[in-house]
């Protein structure tokens, strides 16, 4: 394990961002907080720290538990972080999951005219 990592190599090393360059922009938009501070993508993080991310309508808060530079599984990223995210954030987050969005089953495909109707006619 290293003892200094740069934030966005950890935030895409624990698989909280898809890419690197991914967790770099993040860091340059404002998007990831420490203590309340925006951080740049070169800061180094510290055991125990709280990092805050804003992901689309709520901030997911996660604890570093460890440190590594190296990309893993997910199954080994569960050790080098905690997620802390607060329960409200989760509940607001199911609320836009649900609330107001339409689901189809995947594969199903476009609704024809017939489904449309059916949809509009249960809307109203």
């Not at 990592?5 to 860091?27: G, H, N, P, Q």
């Not at 990831?32 to 740049?40: E, L, Q």
């Amino acid at each position: 394990m290293d003892n200094k990592v740069r934030i966005d190599k950890w935030l895409w090393a624990v698989r909280i961002y898809k890419t690197r360059s991914m967790a770099s922009e993040a860091c340059k938009k404002g998007k990831v907080t420490i203590g309340g501070v925006h951080v740049k993508p070169s800061r180094e993080i510290r055991l125990n720290e709280q990092i805050d991310i804003k992901f689309a309508p709520i901030t997911r808060s996660y604890l570093v538990t460890a440190i590594s530079g190296k990309r893993m599984g997910a199954k080994l990223a569960v050790d080098f972080v905690k997620d802390i995210t607060a329960q409200d954030q989760l509940d607001l987050l199911d609320a836009t999951k649900t609330h107001g969005f339409e689901s189809r089953d995947r594969g199903v495909g476009r609704p024809t005219k017939l489904d449309r109707r059916l949809i509009d006619k249960l809307k109203q």
